[in-house]
């Protein structure tokens, strides 16, 4: 299983979808069981890193992830 983040209640339903056959989500799969602070340190780097480093196999494997969302969510008819 590959999920978004970005789209939280779509991979929730692939999540259920892939696990039971059923596209569902529950009302408690959307509760935000970890709330934190909004309030950010340095609103320029939420990371909170003084150096920002960029790793050459981040973009692709990003690109790989979100293919493979995208079919995952097709072949299992979430919407």
């Given amino acids: 299983f ?3 983040q970005g789209q939280w209640n779509m991979s929730l339903c692939l999540f259920n979808a892939i696990m039971t056959g059923r596209r569902f989500v529950l009302p408690r799969q959307l509760a935000n069981s970890r709330p934190t602070s909004t309030k950010l340190l340095d609103p320029a780097n939420p990371a909170g890193s003084a150096i920002a480093t960029r790793d050459p196999i981040d973009g ?3 690109n790989y992830v979100q ?3 995208r079919r995952d969510v097709r ?3 979430v919407s």
């Fill in 2 to 4: 590959v999920g978004d």
């Fill in 60 to 62: 692709e494997l990003w």
């Fill in 67 to 69: 293919r493979r969302f």
């Fill in 75 to 77: 072949r299992h008819g």
